[in-house]
């Protein structure tokens, strides 16, 4: 069964506070959201594997450790998953970057695939699949199916905020992927939104509302 871990660190919850505050405007929920994205990535990459290596420090020769060069990926979901890649590519600049485009319809709240655009090799890849939001889990399942759909083996879903629901049915569509979150919330509204949650997360990023 898959794993869900919720980051507790002070400094993720503080930054989450402002990120839902209503009056926090565009550009410093871009850069909170940026910030915690860095911060989870911190925590999310704790189980990489390493390797041996020999070196000489300016005092005697020695053998240290170095990530043993798994390949990485990271997906956001578009557009919101847009606002938390460049807080990981802070800490794995070397990682490769896939986009799956994905719009809720307001109506039914089903997922709407529209883009598509992974790298090659996407069998020998871990992927680090992100979206601030995962609320109903119909997004985060049907990414996870395309990925896997692809060959993806190795998958990661990393979010800001989830609400129960979307946990219970992500887990249950996808137990080989461990879920990482900030912050899991009460419940969703009858529109869909996360209570309290932030609001549309793909809106306040871009300004678009
Ligand atoms: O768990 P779900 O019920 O599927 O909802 C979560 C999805 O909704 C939001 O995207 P939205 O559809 O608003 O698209 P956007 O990022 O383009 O605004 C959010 O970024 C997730 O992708
Ligand atoms: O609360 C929510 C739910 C789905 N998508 C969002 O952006 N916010
Ligand atoms: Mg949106």
């Given at each position: ?28 929920f ?27 420090t ?24 847009i ?23 307001p ?32 997004s ?8 896997k ?31 990482y ?14 209570v ?9 990023l871009?300004?678009?509302?």
């Amino acid at each position: 069964m898959a794993k869900v871990h919720v980051f507790d660190h002070p400094l993720i919850q503080h930054k989450l506070t402002y990120i839902r505050d209503k009056n926090t405007g565009t550009k410093e929920f871009r850069e909170l959201v940026d910030e915690v994205a860095t911060l989870m990535a911190y925590e999310i990459t704790r189980e990489l594997p390493l390797m041996e290596k020999e070196i000489d420090t300016p005092v005697c020769k020695a053998t240290s450790n170095v990530l043993a060069g798994k390949k990485l990926g990271i997906v956001p979901i578009l557009r919101a998953g847009i606002g938390m890649v460049e807080g990981i590519l802070n800490l794995i600049p070397a990682a490769k970057v896939g986009h799956i485009g994905l719009y809720r319809d307001p109506e039914t709240l089903l997922p709407v695939e529209y883009y598509i655009k992974l790298p090659s090799d996407v069998s020998e890849r871990h992927f680090i699949l992100v979206d601030p939001m995962l609320a109903t889990g119909g997004s985060a399942i049907a990414a996870t199916d395309s990925l896997k759909k692809r060959g993806a083996k190795n998958i990661q879903f990393m979010c800001l905020i989830a609400a129960p629901e979307g946990v219970k049915a992500f887990t249950e569509a996808h137990p080989d992927v461990d879920v990482y979150i900030a912050a899991l919330d009460e419940k969703l509204d009858e529109k869909g939104y996360i209570v309290p949650g932030l609001g549309d997360a793909g809106d306040r990023l871009f300004g678009t509302k």
